[in-house]
């Protein structure tokens, strides 16, 4: 799990800073999906999707030199194998809408970063930016997009054996939701997000094919509530947003709203605990979370915390084995 390599300046702040806003250009515009369809030199390429000849060969060329496109002997440009299975739209484990229009807003995210740690002037999205419905899109697209293996993963996680009711706080693009139904065929699900987040969420949990078992209740969960006689309450990707304090008071509501033997999971990025060395990962989520919402990982000693401070037993916190700095705390 520890991050150690050899600090290289230059390659952090301009190398990697260029690769990255490389891979999220060429990823908006369409480059790998093109070159799917059919490899193609610069200048073809450029005409086929509207773009500038020479920006066009200087992108080429940059994603040859990292790996995601190779050139012919006929001149022409073609996907490489990494690409084909994570950057083409179509592909089956594509995790475009993340790389392109997520990780461009992450971009802009990043780009009040040094207002962030000098004044604690966040990005705000959940709080001020409702109405930016594209960059909602891509959001929710992208965190399902690079989330599903993790779901499958996770709703084995559930100690039940006939669950009826999930109550999915944040779960706005359905993912986990998604996964449960999968799990328990008689399973219906609610998910409850901020209004952006449930009008993508409805177009994905349709385009799977669960829309008849997946309903959304819109609004702020501390406003509108979790709801009473649940089986299993579940959060994704929330509590770095949140407080302490909110996050206990979360986990309150959990318990309030679930059933005797019912169950809470709580699963995100994880910092590291005490004299545990931290994770590229985990560490970079961390400042990135900081700079949207003022907010941090949590160990999994804290997660633990609040689940038992609410009244949940046999508390348990899991690693994925897939990505070791994330956690899931699962109560009963």
């Not at 702040?13 to 999220?24: D, Q, Y």
């Not at 799917?36 to 030199?65: F, K």
Request: charged share 25%.
């Amino acid at each position: 799990m520890a991050f150690r390599h050899e600090p290289e300046p230059f390659r952090d702040a301009f190398t990697g800073l260029v690769a990255a806003r490389a891979l999220i250009t060429a990823t908006e515009f369409g480059l790998f999906d093109s070159l799917q369809q059919e490899p193609a030199g610069a200048t073809a390429l450029a005409q086929r999707i509207g773009l500038d000849p020479i920006g066009t060969e200087a992108l080429l060329s940059a994603l040859q030199v990292l790996g995601y496109v190779e050139r012919g002997e006929d001149g022409a440009y073609r996907n490489t194998e990494v690409s084909e299975k994570k950057l083409v739209s179509s592909a089956p484990e594509s995790i475009s809408a993340f790389v392109g229009a997520q990780s461009d807003l992450h971009w802009r995210v990043l780009d009040l970063l040094p207002g962030a740690v000098r004044d604690g002037e966040v990005y705000a999205m959940h709080e001020e930016r409702q109405d930016d419905a594209p960059s909602w899109e891509a959001y929710m697209r992208g965190l399902f997009q690079i989330s599903r293996r993790d779901h499958a993963i996770d709703a084995k996680l559930v100690p039940l054996e006939s669950p009826r009711r999930l109550v999915d706080v944040a779960g706005g693009h359905g993912g986990f939701a998604i996964a449960m139904c999968r799990r328990f065929p008689e399973l219906r699900a609610t998910i409850v997000d901020l209004p952006p987040s449930a009008a993508v969420g409805r177009k994905i949990v349709a385009e799977e094919g669960f829309a008849d078992r997946i309903e959304f209740r819109e609004g702020d969960v501390f406003e509108i509530g979790i709801g009473e006689d649940v089986d299993v309450v579940s959060t994704f990707n929330l509590v770095h947003h949140l407080s302490n304090e909110r996050n206990l008071e979360l986990c309150r509501m959990a318990r309030a709203a679930l059933r005797p033997g019912g169950c809470l999971l709580v699963g995100d990025a994880a910092a590291p605990e005490e004299g545990e060395p931290p994770s590229k990962h985990g560490a970079i989520s961390s400042l990135l979370f900081y700079a949207w919402s003022h907010g941090r990982n949590f160990t999994p000693s804290e997660i633990r915390a609040w689940v038992e401070a609410a009244g949940f037993e046999e508390v348990e916190a899991h690693r994925n084995l897939l990505a070791l700095w994330r956690v899931v705390v699962v109560g009963r």
